[in-house]
């Protein structure tokens, strides 16, 4: 038997860092990248093929916090499997890792659903977000939850730590570039920086996860209305508010400029920042120019996804 899945990447709009404080954030599943799983029965136990990274694991020689250990282990317990199958994991992703893309988040989801569908077994979304998240654990220390529950979902998501899952229409379609700075980034150091900051001057970082959670409610206003002027404008504030939280750095700084300058509607850092990617906000007639602007700034990769209309929910 051989079976697949996959997931989708992930870009967070508004509201990154500040959402683990319990602040809403907005982010949207990106479908342009993807990691992909394939199982197929092979004896001799179980083995992992990481094809990106030319490596091999055989599950038992692994130990048990290993993110990869860890996500099949409770996708099999999840599934009532008895024993580990006799069988091969390929795992390969076109979202590249510690960028904000939630890479980590996508590889475990598409591991999970892999497993699923080999056990001939449909699990509800949120069942998958829920193990996604044990593992993020392993990666982030502190997640917030919000890169497995938009990447298990499928959808844009208005996310609020501990509370049920808001989604939320887009009716009128919106054009975001990204773009990498080419610096990877751990979102666990840039997270446990702000920590840091917060323990040191806790009302300072209140009012800047306060003013980020207002900027995102405002937004998803605005999207469900469509009012991509306001909304870029947004942007620009966030990013200035993620300056002043320090997770910001000159590589992002420039190509939030040189967006800005190209006439983007608004720009700022995505995710754990320190590096990683960045977004703006272009229309069709500035895709072109915010593009190029990108790559004439350093930006080591650029591509551009569609907010709004048609997703995929599933695999
Ligand atoms: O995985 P990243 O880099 O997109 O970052 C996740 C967003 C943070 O708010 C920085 C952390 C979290 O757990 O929400």
Same mark, same amino acid.
């Given at each position: ?58 599950? /038992? ?32 992703? /076109? ?208 591509? /551009? ?11």
């Amino acid at each position: 038997m051989t079976v697949s899945a996959g997931a989708p990447g992930k870009i967070i709009l508004f509201g990154e860092h500040a959402v683990v404080y319990g602040r809403p954030a907005i982010a949207v599943p990106v479908t342009q990248v993807r990691a992909t799983v394939v199982i197929q029965d092979r004896p001799a136990g179980l083995s992992i093929h990481a094809a990106d990274l030319n490596r091999r694991y055989q599950y /038992s020689d692994l130990d048990s916090s290993h993110p990869l250990a860890a996500i099949i282990r409770l996708s099999l317990s999840a599934l009532g499997a008895a024993a580990t199958p006799d069988a091969s994991l390929t795992i390969t992703s /076109s979202i590249p890792p510690a960028s904000g893309l939630g890479s980590g988040a996508a590889v475990s989801t598409a591991i999970v659903r892999a497993l699923a569908k080999y056990y001939q077994r449909d699990l509800p979304a949120q069942t998958v977000s829920d193990l996604v998240f044990e593992v993020e654990k392993i990666h982030h220390g502190t997640p917030s939850g919000i890169d497995n529950t938009v990447i298990a979902f499928g959808q844009p998501v208005f996310f609020v730590r501990g509370q049920t899952l808001q989604t939320f229409e887009v009716p009128v379609a919106f054009r975001i570039v990204i773009a990498d700075t080419g610096i990877a980034s751990p979102t666990k150091v840039a997270v446990g920086d702000v920590r840091k900051g917060w323990e040191a001057d806790p009302a300072r970082y209140d009012a800047l996860f306060d003013r980020c959670g207002e900027i995102a409610a405002t937004a998803r206003a605005l999207i469900e209305t469509g009012q991509p002027h306001a909304l870029g404008r947004l942007m620009i504030e966030n990013q200035a508010v993620l300056r002043h939280m320090g997770v910001s750095c000159d590589e992002l700084d420039r190509l939030v400029q040189a967006a800005v300058n190209a006439g983007a509607l608004g720009a700022k850092l995505s995710g754990g920042g320190r590096g990683g990617n960045m977004i703006a906000l272009v229309t069709d007639e500035t895709r072109a120019g915010v593009e190029q602007a990108l790559l004439n700034a350093g930006a080591k990769r650029v591509f /551009s996804t569609i907010v709004g209309g048609q997703l995929l929910a599933n695999g």
